[in-house]
T-cell receptor, first 116, second 115 residues
């Protein structure tokens, strides 16, 4: 089946690390993405990881992928108030009936609240 | 600057009325998409188009219609058949829909409300 699950809310203090978790169900996922949405705005691609990788680091962001458990996490180091937003995890799966067309399945989004 | 422009930012619909949401991109992307966002839910795909003059239904197409007469433009009409249209609508584009090439660029959204 196609399902991506995230916890709905996370609150941290400024300067702490934030870890946002995501689980997915489709074992054929190829790419997994993290998007950020600020209030009243569209989504912005933060980072992505290919399914044959375990980890990807990009400045303050670290993505960990446990393919066996179908678990993806996004760690934000030294969280700032400007990181307050909704974070969406998304998996890329093969579109039914096509060998080379992808389809994105989004989680519900995790609201990150950063307290000063 | 390249990007995706959605208009209007806020839109109000009266009972029985059709309304059209605009989406324009100058990224030269082939694929365009419309998503609906409800509070506490993930994005749900309404329609997508991989090429001019062609489009496909997504997961929740009922009550909506689209057209793709130009590469740059992908307007969405919310018809009177859509009984619960209040939501935040997001337009997106990508270079293509090839597997692994689905990095989406989003517009800033249109909030549609029913009067």
């Amino acid at each position: 089946g196609e399902d991506v699950e995230q916890s709905l809310f996370l609150s941290v203090r400024e300067g702490d690390s934030s870890v946002i978790n995501c689980t997915y169900t489709d074992s054929s996922s190829t790419y997994l993405y993290w998007y950020k949405q600020e209030p009243g705005a569209g989504l912005q691609l933060l980072t992505y990881i290919f399914s044959n990788m375990d980890m990807k680091q990009d400045q303050r962001l670290t993505v960990l992928l446990n393919k066996k458990d179908k678990h993806l996490s996004l760690r934000i180091a030294d969280t700032q108030t400007g990181d307050s937003a909704i974070y969406f995890c998304a998996e890329s799966i093969r579109h039914s009936g096509s060998s080379n067309t992808g389809k994105l399945i989004f989680g519900q989004g995790t609201t990150l609240q950063v307290k000063p | 600057d390249g990007g995706i422009t959605q208009s209007p930012k806020y839109l109000f619909r009266k009972e029985g009325q059709n309304v059209t949401l605009s989406c324009e991109q100058n990224l030269n992307h082939d694929a365009m998409y419309w998503y609906r966002q409800d509070p506490g839910q993930g994005l749900r795909l309404i329609y997508y188009s991989q090429i001019v003059n062609d489009f496909q239904k997504g997961d929740i197409a009922e009550g909506y219609s689209v057209s793709r007469e130009k590469k740059e433009s992908f307007p969405l009409t919310v018809t009177s058949a859509q009984k619960n249209p209040t939501a935040f609508y997001l337009c997106a584009s990508s270079i293509g829909r090839q597997l692994g090439n689905e990095k989406l660029f989003f517009g800033s959204g249109t909030q549609l409300s029913v009067l």
